[in-house]
């Protein structure tokens, strides 16, 4: 068996598994390297060893199958509730130790990730510094001199250094992004209301979200697909709508918005301009069409979220604890809270009434373009300079970032650059509501172009080329052969660990070309659909593209039980790829879903959900 890889993204992992790695193993190495990490301010609550351990027993004694993130490492945030843990949200008088545990993370222990800790924040998540915490300052990974970002800073700097696989966050003004941008990772801040927000200590209740940090887009989507479950008991939750079909005729290029030279902000920094100059040259370069947009509905509504009466909903949080204990909070997070008395009933409808104005004055917008690329921050800060300029320090990191969740965006801050001395750049990638797997698909491209190292690491991304990262276009290459799935063989189902036993890695999600029917078949569990290509009336149905090594592909085809076979599925774009088809005599007494166009939503719709959709 290996050592354990620098980096534990999923590719990685999975090549240990293949030469031996056991979640035990891996459990202990993992605690180890947190036991040496010279920054114990990256945690405010570690699980005990013993418990850590027990738990990578029973993963390993029960097998990977049907456990799509088997013996996964993570953290989790401490505003996030885990039963048995303390929840802190970095406040020590406020405290308390849930029974139950957040649906987030449940999900994702029941998928087999193995939880290592809850981690540092800006208290009450108000901050995107990362410095206001009575549990220290959790260091920048890559320059312990700067700000590690904030409030999600213990979860981003967990994942740069190496000590999880991923790690949750939340995100109402940033937190999810810019600790990603600051720490050379990625950061999914997903659409509001489609990963549950019950058990969180909200900050802004009406526009929270849990994020993921990640150092791949293929490792966020893994974990998205495993949480992505609507939870009709958070009142804020929302099932995603159906896979749609295309919103727009002619050519299908995508086109990048970005705002006008003179509407971009970078605070100073002279490095910062021509890292954003590359990125959008990088963007064309994969074939995107930049096209230049008015930044100022975008600005103004940042400008809302702090400079207006949405600072009263953070007081509505913590309402009584706060009237009672003023001085248990930090000095900057009661001066922002402190704020809300400033605000009227009158000023809070009033805000809303300019929020629709604005929301209705970037709908054109969003007809030019499809994606949105800014820069996650114009520039970084020293500890240092955040000490002495907290507040205003703060709210210009926050120029790209407040804006997303008044705007119902979903939005995936990417590794872009670096500067001279070593500080990373990254840019944010933004579209509307319900279109984030697209978006990590189209995210996972840029990442790989731009040839960055993973993390504080040296392990770099493979190259857009490679499909093993997940994030090649096509994903054929070298000896692995791409292959189509539709059903339970998709992430997070009950049968992906048939690809990803075999060496599979995701490639993309899109939809077939409209030549399809769908049927759910009888028989099971698992439930399976049927591919049935169509005389007439076909219809796109979601599919992902994974790639497989030949052999993988060969013993996957020996495996295939009738009536399910592998033949050739055309995709939206014309290319023709290996996938599963169903034969025609078999959907004959089945249940026809074509009208769902993908099997999640079918599935969701049978237990009173969704899932999302694509760019078009």
């Not at 405010?44 to 027990?54: K, N």
């Amino acid at each position: 068996m290996s050592g354990l890889p620098e980096s534990l993204d999923l590719a990685s992992l999975a090549a240990q598994r293949r030469a031996g790695l056991t979640p035990t193993a891996l459990a202990r190495a993992v605690l180890e390297r947190i036991s040496g990490y010279p920054d114990e301010a990256v945690w405010i609550h570690l699980v005990p060893e013993a418990e850590v351990m027990d738990a990578a027993r029973a993963l390993e004694a029960r097998g990977p199958d049907g456990l799509p993130l088997y013996g996964v490492p993570f953290a989790v945030k401490d505003n996030i509730d885990v039963a048995g843990l303390p929840t802190t949200a970095a406040c020590p008088d406020f405290a308390y130790v849930p029974k139950e545990t957040a649906p987030a993370v449940q999900a994702l222990l029941d998928a087999g990730a193995l939880l290592i800790g809850k981690t540092n924040l800006d208290q009450f998540a108000t901050g995107l510094v990362g410095v206001r915490s009575p549990y220290g300052v959790c260091l920048n990974a890559i320059d312990p001199c700067y700000v590690p970002g904030g409030s999600s800073a213990g979860s981003g700097v967990a994942v740069a250094a190496g000590l999880v696989s991923f790690a949750l966050g939340t995100d109402t003004a940033g937190s999810g992004r810019i600790p990603a941008a600051f720490n050379n990772v990625v950061g999914l801040k997903p659409t509001r209301g489609l990963l549950s927000a019950r058990g969180v200590v909200p900050a802004c209740r009406s526009l929270d979200c849990v994020s993921v940090f990640a150092a791949t887009c293929a490792d966020a989507v893994a974990v998205l697909d495993v949480m992505a479950v609507y939870d009709p008991a958070d009142a804020f939750a929302r099932p995603a709508p159906p896979v749609q079909s295309a919103a727009r005729s002619g050519p299908q290029e995508l086109r990048i918005g970005v705002p006008r030279p003179d509407q971009l902000a970078f605070f100073g920094n002279p490095e910062t301009p021509l890292l954003f100059e590359e990125a959008v040259a990088r963007l064309a370069g994969l074939g995107a069409e930049p096209v230049e947009i008015d930044f100022g509905p975008f600005a103004e509504t940042a400008a809302l979220l702090y400079g207006g009466p949405w600072v009263a909903e953070r007081h509505a949080a913590i309402r009584d604890f706060f009237d009672a204990r003023p001085d248990a909070l930090h000095p900057v997070t009661r001066e922002i809270i402190a704020g809300a008395a400033r605000y009227s009933a009158t000023d809070a409808f009033a805000a809303q009434y300019r929020l629709a104005e604005l929301r209705r004055a970037v709908e054109p917008v969003w007809q030019a373009i499809d994606v949105l690329a800014t820069p996650t921050a114009g520039t970084i800060y020293t500890i240092a300079q955040v000490l002495d300029d907290p507040i205003r320090l703060n709210t210009n990191l926050g120029f790209y970032t407040n804006f997303m969740n008044l705007l119902d965006l979903c939005a995936v801050a990417v590794p872009s650059g670096r500067q001279g001395d070593g500080l990373p750049f990254g840019i944010t990638l933004s579209a509307p509501a319900f279109r984030d797997r697209a978006l990590l698909a189209l995210a996972g491209r840029y990442h790989a172009a731009t040839g960055l190292t993973l993390g504080a690491g040296e392990t770099r991304l493979p190259p857009a080329d490679d499909p093993s990262t997940g994030s090649a276009p096509h994903g054929a290459g070298g000896d692995r052969i791409p292959i189509a799935v539709c059903g339970a063989h998709m992430s997070g189902m009950p049968l992906n660990a048939e690809l990803t036993g075999r060496g599979g890695a995701l490639v993309h999600q899109c939809l077939t070309a409209p030549l399809y029917r769908f049927y759910a078949l009888p028989g099971g569990p698992p439930d399976r659909p049927g591919l049935v290509r169509a005389v007439s009336g076909g219809a796109a149905i979601a599919v992902e593209v994974w790639s497989l090594p030949a052999a993988g592909l060969g013993s996957l085809v020996a495996a295939v039980p009738p009536p399910l076979a592998i033949g050739t599925v055309e995709l939206e774009t014309g290319e023709r790829v290996k996938g599963f088809l169903c034969e025609a005599h078999a959907a004959a007494g089945a249940h026809d879903i074509t009208e769902y166009g993908s099997w999640r939503t079918f599935l969701a719709a049978e237990a009173g959900g969704g899932s999302a959709a694509g760019f078009r």
